[in-house]
C-alpha cells in the first residue's frame, strides 16, 4: 500500500515537475540531454545513451531533432573521422538561458507556497530515497 502511494506521488510529481520546466521548443527529454551536452560541453551519442540509460537509436532521433531545429551541431573528430562529436550552439544556449530564467521565476512561487524546512526534508527524503533505489537496482544488475 505504501509503496503504491509512493509510486502515485512520484509519478504527480514527475508530471508537474515536467510541466514546471516545459518550453514548447522543446520535450523533456530533449532538455535534459541539452543539459548533459552544456554540462560535458561536447559529447559522443553513446555518453548521451549510457548516462540517461537508453539505446543509441534513441539518441539518434532526440539528436536528429535538435539538429533540425539547430539547437545542437554534429561533427567529427579530427583524431577518428567515424566518431561523431555533439556540442550545443548558440541557440542551444540560447534556449537553456531561457527556461532557466523561467525556472527561476517559477522557483520563487514555490518557495513562497512551501518553507526552506519543508524543501529541505524533501532534498534530504528524495536523496535517501536515491541512494536507496541505486544500491537495490546495483544488486540487481549483478543477478542478471
Known amino acids: 500500500m505504501l509503496i503504491e502511494e509512493l509510486e502515485k506521488h512520484l509519478h ?4 508537474d515537475y515536467h510541466q514546471f520546466i ?7 527529454a530533449q532538455y535534459f540531454v541539452l543539459l548533459f551536452i552544456q554540462k560535458t560541453q561536447m559529447c559522443k551519442p553513446s555518453e548521451i545513451a ?7 537509436g534513441a539518441v539518434t532521433g532526440l539528436i536528429d531533432r535538435l539538429e533540425k531545429n539547430k539547437f545542437v ?21 540560447i ?5 532557466e530564467k523561467e525556472k527561476k521565476i517559477k522557483s ?7 518553507c526552506s524546512e519543508d524543501l ?4 534530504s527524503l528524495l536523496a535517501k530515497l536515491e ?14
Open 95 to 99: 534556449i537553456l538561458e531561457k527556461i
Open 120 to 123: 529541505q526534508e524533501l532534498i
Open 50 to 56: 549510457q548516462n540517461f540509460s537508453i539505446t543509441l
Open 73 to 93: 551541431s554534429r561533427t567529427h573528430s579530427q583524431e577518428d573521422r567515424r566518431q561523431v562529436l555533439i556540442t550545443l550552439t548558440p541557440k542551444g544556449e
Open 12 to 15: 504527480a510529481v514527475s508530471k
Open 22 to 28: 516545459s518550453t514548447p521548443e522543446l520535450s523533456h
Open 131 to 144: 541512494i536507496v533505489l541505486d544500491e537495490i537496482n546495483k544488486k540487481e544488475r549483478k543477478k542478471s
Open 108 to 114: 520563487k512561487l514555490l518557495k513562497k507556497k512551501m
